[in-house]
Nanobody
Framework: QVQLVESGGGSVQAGGSLRLSCAAS?????VGWFRQAPGKEREGVAA????????DYADSVKGRFTISQDNAKNTLYLQMNSLKPEDTGMYYC?????????????????WGQGTQVTVSS
């Protein structure tokens, strides 16, 4: 059983930065960051397969967000720069043992509890 714990959320003004962390227990295969705004569906933001380092990003965050990992700490990060109000939402990390990297949330079985990100204009 994989356990994931997110941290690092908060409130920032537009243009600011935040770094989210996701501490994982056990091997986590492919991992992803997802977000959900009130009244909207959960969407994939960024994903990485830890064995290959392959990454994928939603078009809306390319060039602004970076997903990375610290293998020694078994921790996943999401560096978010140039934040916009539309980036506001609950951010979750998720993991699963996948054959192909994907941003589709329904492909991931293991989820953290989420951390709130609020970007004000």
């Amino acid at each position: 059983q994989v356990q994931l714990v997110e941290s690092g959320g908060g409130s920032v003004q537009a243009g600011g930065s935040l770094r989210l962390s996701c501490a994982a227990s056990g091997y986590i295969g492919c991992v992803g960051w997802f977000r959900q705004a009130p009244g909207k569906e959960r969407e994939g933001v960024a994903a990485m397969c830890t064995s290959t380092g392959a990454t994928d990003y939603a078009d809306s965050v390319k060039g602004r967000f970076t997903i990375s990992q610290d293998n020694a700490k078994n921790t996943l990060y999401l560096q978010m720069n140039s934040l916009k109000p539309e980036d506001t939402g609950m951010y979750y990390c998720a993991a699963d043992y996948l054959y192909a990297l994907t941003l589709r949330p329904e492909q991931y079985r293991y989820w953290g509890q989420g951390t709130q990100v609020t970007v004000s204009s």
